[in-house]
């Protein structure tokens, strides 16, 4: 309550120095409306909101999707399954970018027609995404009419609040990344053919010296309302080394933003509002997007005020700055979070078409499954720095934690030996009493602390998009769990011996219960592994969510609905071992005269 009250008092401050800013541009009636909501909560104790909307960036569409799409859209996705298992109304939107400069040349280079070439791509990335388990309630194209609408009305408001004017630009552009760029962020280099060129000391693609007349953003008024945006919201911009990239940049000034193309140089886009001769710049285009898909501009306030988005680091100048300043400008609410995330390298190398090192994510999947790649992603992607990825990495990593660690655990107590009935056996509270004295060692209890707070420690790490310490706290606790069952092992002991039996039952039944804590944690990464995981063990559908993370009732005193349960009764493995191609080429070969001895 005490945060909650801190944050309208900033609001509040934020908003009054807005209003009496020298550089401000009239308020709207809907930043007005907003300044309402804000002043009942900090006098009412408010009911939490629990609608939730999740944005991936939208993927251009000049060549197929890479490993690097795939990380972004499963980040998102993790984000939004984790919310719809905490009980939210949660909408996920992602789809494709298909205007600009970019895409025009490429749809040139292949002799297709421009609309076409956009569909032809984008279905390649819809066909990604779907066979990814990538659960998106929305996919939008920026060719679609609901957009075009969107952004002209976008444009129109900015233009009547004077914050769009007609002049011209005199600078470097990017077409690689549709950027503008001052003289410190470009330098030399030779192109292939040993031409020198300039490329864009960030991406290092080649920039052109252009000069045009267009429409102007009047970016430079927004600096200080950003910095104070910043300032009032530190957990805005995640990881933390990213929002303090955007305080440093926001140091220097913030020059005027050209936001339109002469007609004549790009005819693939939305035309502005009364000037056919001028084309909408495609950033402007795109960010309005997540706007489009909120239902901008009819009934976007629901969905608009909880909106956060899943970026890469490439483009984060686009979305923590331009994008803030559209919005204000437009008089409309901020993201609540830009979650950034670093980038996949391949041998170190960034991936690229000329290097031919580009991973295909569809080839992948198919050969570590796609909940292996989902897994291998969330797990081994660290969002403060770049990650470097081979195949060979995957197939350690998956084997190592959901074959033999999850997989292992899951086989051990379901397996017909150790557990004949096919149930989910009773837990007797003599032999793994609260207090110690049963035939319970220090180290078990240990576990039940771990495995009872994992779902506030696993929370805690999705909250802040930091899924690979969730995944790391959990499959922490799972080794834990398999030490408990080789520390009791459960089949050296005698069934003919009740007390042995009501052991063995009560680690089994343990055992299923961390599995069933796991299973659920575990279903925004890896929904399939989950869901064969928790329907062997017998836990119904409605039983998956948060809500039903209430860990060992039985050792709390309380009734365990699972107690006597039979198992699921599919037996087959939950991931199966993955092989190096190379395997049979590594046995060592029988010597000629062995193979004629045969
Ligand atoms: N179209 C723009 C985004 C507009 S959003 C209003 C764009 N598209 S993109 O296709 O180039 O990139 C989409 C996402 O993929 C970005 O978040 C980008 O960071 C991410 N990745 C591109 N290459 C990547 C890696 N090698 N590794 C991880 N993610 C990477 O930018």
């Not at 000049?62 to 009980?87: E, M, Q, T």
């Not at 819809?126 to 309630?137: A, R, V």
């Not at 962020?185 to 000069?211: C, N, P, R, T, Y």
């Not at 993955?578 to 004629?596: H, M, V």
Request: include cysteine; glycine fraction near 6%; aromatic fraction near 12%.
């Amino acid at each position: 309550m005490r945060t909650l009250l801190l944050s309208c008092v900033r609001s509040y401050k934020a908003f009054h120095r807005l209003q009496h800013s020298p550089c401000c541009f009239p308020l709207p009636a809907v930043t007005r409306k907003r300044f309402t909501v804000l002043r009942c909560m900090s006098t009412h104790v408010c009911k939490e909101d629990t609608s939730y909307y999740i944005t991936t960036p939208i993927f251009y569409v000049n060549a197929s999707p890479h490993l690097g799409h795939l990380y972004s859209a499963a980040i998102a996705d993790c984000l939004h399954r984790y919310k719809l298992l905490k009980g939210f109304n949660s909408k996920f939107a992602t789809g494709t970018d298909e205007h600009g400069l970019k895409i025009q040349q490429a749809a040139e280079a292949a002799g297709k027609d421009p609309l076409q070439f956009c569909t032809d791509v984008s279905l390649r990335f819809k066909h990604l995404f779907s066979s990814c388990n990538i659960s998106y309630t929305d996919y939008i194209r920026t060719t679609e009419l609901r957009h075009r609408e969107a952004v002209e009305h976008f444009w129109s408001v900015l233009w009547n609040k004077g914050l769009i004017y007609k002049g011209s630009y005199e600078g470097w552009y990017s077409t690689q990344d549709e950027s503008f760029l001052t003289p410190s962020q470009v330098g030399d280099a030779f192109d292939s053919s040993g031409k020198e060129i300039k490329v864009s000391l960030e991406s290092g693609h080649k920039v052109d010296w252009m000069m045009e007349e267009n429409y102007m953003f009047r970016l430079s008024a927004f600096q200080s309302q950003l910095l104070d945006w910043l300032r009032g919201n530190p957990r805005a911009i995640q990881p933390e080394r990213f929002y303090h990239a955007v305080l440093q940049w926001l140091q220097s000034d913030l020059p005027d933003l050209s936001v339109s193309r002469q007609r004549n140089r790009l005819q693939w886009g939305i035309p502005v509002p009364g000037d056919l001769e001028q084309t909408i710049y495609v950033w402007l285009d795109a960010l309005v997007n997540y706007l489009t898909v909120a239902g901008y501009p009819e009934t976007h306030d629901k969905w608009w005020s909880v909106a956060h988005h899943v970026v890469g680091k490439d483009i984060l100048k686009f979305h923590a700055i331009y994008w803030p300043s559209f919005l204000l400008g437009a008089g409309l609410p901020l993201p609540k979070t830009i979650y950034v995330h670093s980038h996949w390298t391949v041998r170190g190398k960034k991936m690229s078409k000329s290097l031919g090192n580009v991973v295909d994510p569809i080839e992948c999947s198919q050969m570590f499954t796609t909940d292996g790649m989902r897994y291998f992603l969330l797990r081994q992607g660290v969002p403060d720095a770049d990650c470097d990825y081979t195949d060979d990495k995957v197939r350690k990593l998956l084997n190592a934690e959901l074959a033999d660690s999850l997989g292992g655990l899951l086989n051990r107590c379901t397996a017909p030996a150790l557990n004949p009935g096919q149930a989910y056996p009773s837990f007797c509270s003599q032999s793994f009493p609260r207090d110690q004295g049963g035939r319970a060692v220090a180290e078990d209890y240990h576990m039940l602390d771990a495995v009872k707070n994992l779902p506030s420690v696993v929370e805690e790490h999705y909250e802040s998009m930091h899924v690979y310490k969730a995944l790391e706290a959990i499959i922490a606790c799972v080794r834990q769990t398999n030490g408990f069952v080789q520390r009791h092992k459960p089949w050296n002991l005698d069934r003919g011996k009740s007390k042995d039996q009501q052991w063995l039952e009560t680690v089994i039944h343990v055992t299923l219960e961390c599995l069933r804590i796991y299973g659920t944690l575990l279903q925004p990464v890896v929904p399939e592994i989950s869901n064969k995981l928790l329907s062997r063990i017998g836990v119904q559908p409605g039983e998956r969510s948060w809500g039903n993370t209430d860990f060992l009732p039985k050792f709390q005193g309380k009734d365990c609905p699972f107690e006597g349960r039979a198992l699921g009764s599919d037996f087959g493995v939950l991931f199966s071992r993955l092989e190096s191609p190379n395997a049979d080429k590594q046995k060592p070969k029988p010597t000629k005269k062995a193979a004629r001895s045969k």
